[in-house]
């Protein structure tokens, strides 16, 4: 990761640092719908779509998220998992935001349920894994993925809740670089997704277990997770609340013409 100017991200720069097949877009409303779209029309797995900046971009129950242009990672990946395993996805993308950041020097690092990953206890990315698909048969799945890497918060509403790389790490980070080496861990995670390692990894590096919490109407405690992602809550009466697995949302091949 450099320190100095930036080189501005482009086509041109990304073909020399990536080798799979990909769409970038200097700006787009979202990464994940033109993902999905051409996973309807046969992308193979692997295939990435990166903007520049995202104008209606998402994030978990339905918010929306605008990525200026040239202050964060806006990207969504195109995968064929085994329907079995995309509670997965979630675990997955937050690893290797995870491994990301620590690459870059950040030291004080957690992952909030289910897929936040937290840089000095404020949110520096966001997870929107969709599955899309086709009758009973599993099309793919999108995972879209957000990193904020130099986006000034300092007058904004999330000045207390959320935080960009750059002001971590004290340095300029080229984006094109963090994307290459963010794919990396993606790649490696994913090889594994079979493997209980994805969840006991993900679960040792969860923030939120022992910790008050309150999710879908429910406050108590976290006590611990499943495998499939979901959390478990202990309320003040001592009942023991299940919660959903990270809100995956679920398309209809069929739905994506419309």
């Known amino acids: 990761m450099q320190n100095g100017a930036e080189v501005t991200l482009s086509q ?12 970038y877009f200097d700006r787009v409303e979202s990464t994940n719908d033109v993902a999905k779209a051409w996973l309807a029309t046969g992308a193979p797995e692997g295939a990435l779509v990166l903007a520049n900046e995202q104008t209606r971009g998402r994030g978990r129950k339905g918010r929306d998220w605008h990525s200026p242009p040239n202050v964060a990672l806006a990207l969504s990946l195109i995968l064929k998992p085994d329907s079995a395993f995309l509670p997965r996805l979630n ?15 950040c030291e004080d690092v957690g992952i909030k349920w289910p897929n936040d990953v937290q840089v000095n206890g404020l949110k520096v990315s966001g997870v929107l894994p969709e599955a899309v698909w086709e009758g009973d048969q599993l099309r793919g799945a999108i995972l879209g993925i957000g990193v904020n890497v130099r986006m000034d918060f300092s007058g904004s509403e999330l000045r207390h809740s959320a935080i960009s790389l750059e002001a971590v790490v004290k340095r300029r980070l080229e984006r094109s670089e ?7 861990r993606i790649d490696y995670w994913y090889a594994h997704i079979a493997s209980a390692t994805v969840y006991s990894t993900w679960k040792a590096r969860l923030n939120t277990l ?19 992602g979901a959390l478990l809550i202990r309320d003040e009466k001592g009942h023991i609340h299940q919660s ?11 739905s994506l013409d419309k």
């Open 210 to 228: 022992n910790q008050a919490v309150a999710v879908e109407g429910v406050k108590g405690v976290a006590l611990d997770v499943t495998a499939d």
């Open 12 to 23: 041109k720069l990304l073909e020399q640092r990536l080798t799979r097949p990909f769409k």
């Open 178 to 184: 963090l994307i290459a080496s963010l794919l990396r």
């Open 244 to 254: 959903g697995t990270g809100d995956l949302i679920v398309y209809a091949i069929d």
């Open 91 to 105: 675990m997955i993308a937050a690893l290797s935001v995870y491994d990301l950041v620590r690459e870059c020097g």
